[in-house]
């Protein structure tokens, strides 16, 4: 299963999401790979992996052909989640990708030889705030995309672009790609605010959105400093408990989903 996680819209929780739920997945028993996509690199110091080292990483997977596999690494936390990590180059990628051959294809390409390799239960990609080429390669490799929605004013803004991306994408470049879940982050039960926006998602994507909702949680926010995720950083806080449901939930849809006889869910 391959989900990328996107949002042009920036700081609506893509990193935490991809970095907690790869953590719940991993403690499912699920092997997980993560990819930073983004130049900000927050998923790999995130999970306790250096962005500011010579290593390879994700630019040269997309920009050099260097094969994944020459580029995936461990994190501290958890064998069970791998790492293409980004590096400050990155940046540079999203103009270099311009005038190169199927620029569009380039992970998807990368990422289905190295999985012929390295069989590995679920793909998690993280995307910059920005629907550009780095963004539109993560939408052409993915079979789902999880679109993360903070829950404050504004939080529809931008989404119509972003579904229209998407439209774009099915039509020219990944037939297959599904909007598979939205997930309601950083709600805060003491607001009516957050309800309203909350209720307010619920309605116009209706059972797209994930029962489970990640509450604001200031343990969520610590664990990056400590190159950790939430969910093993405290493993008893709202936060964590959180992810882990929707990650449980999260399987269980795309399960669902994949089964012929479900209905089959669009946006
Ligand atoms: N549920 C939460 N409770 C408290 N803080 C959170 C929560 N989710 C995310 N944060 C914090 O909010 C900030 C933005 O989150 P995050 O980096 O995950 O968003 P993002 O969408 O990846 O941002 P960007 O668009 O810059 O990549 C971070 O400081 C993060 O620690
Ligand atoms: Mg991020």
Do not use: W
Request: charged share 20%; aromatic share 4%; net charge negative.
């Amino acid at each position: 299963m391959i989900v990328t996680v996107a949002n042009q819209k920036g700081g609506v929780g893509k990193t935490t999401t991809v970095v907690n739920l790869a953590a719940a997945l991993a403690e499912l028993g699920k092997t997980v790979l993560v990819v930073d996509l983004d130049p900000q690199g927050n998923a790999t110091t995130g999970l306790g992996v250096s962005s500011r080292t010579d290593n390879a990483g994700v630019y040269d997977v997309l920009i050099e052909d260097v094969p994944m596999a020459q580029t995936v690494v461990g994190v501290p936390e958890t064998e069970k989640v791998q790492l293409v990590p980004a590096s400050l180059d990155l940046a540079g990628a999203e103009i270099e990708l311009v005038s190169m051959v199927a620029r569009e294809y380039r992970l998807r390409k990368a990422l289905a030889a190295y999985l012929e390799e390295h069989p590995t239960d679920v793909v998690l990609i993280d995307c910059p705030p920005s629907l550009g080429l780095l963004t539109l390669n993560a939408l052409v490799a993915a079979e789902e995309l999880l679109i993360p929605i903070q829950c404050e004013y504004y939080a529809l803004e931008g989404l119509g672009q972003l579904i229209r991306t998407v439209d774009m994408v099915r039509e020219h470049l990944n037939p297959t790609l599904r909007i598979s879940s939205i997930l309601l982050t950083m709600t805060d039960s003491r607001t009516n605010l957050s309800e309203q926006v909350a209720d307010e998602v619920r309605a116009f994507f209706g059972d797209l959105v994930l029962d489970t909702a990640i509450p604001r949680s200031v343990r969520l926010s610590e664990a990056p400093g400590h190159g950790r995720s939430g969910v093993a950083y405290d493993e008893g806080s709202r936060g964590a408990l959180a992810y882990r449901a929707a990650a449980e939930e999260f399987t269980q849809r795309t399960v669902d989903l994949r089964d012929p006889t479900a209905e089959t869910v669009t946006a």
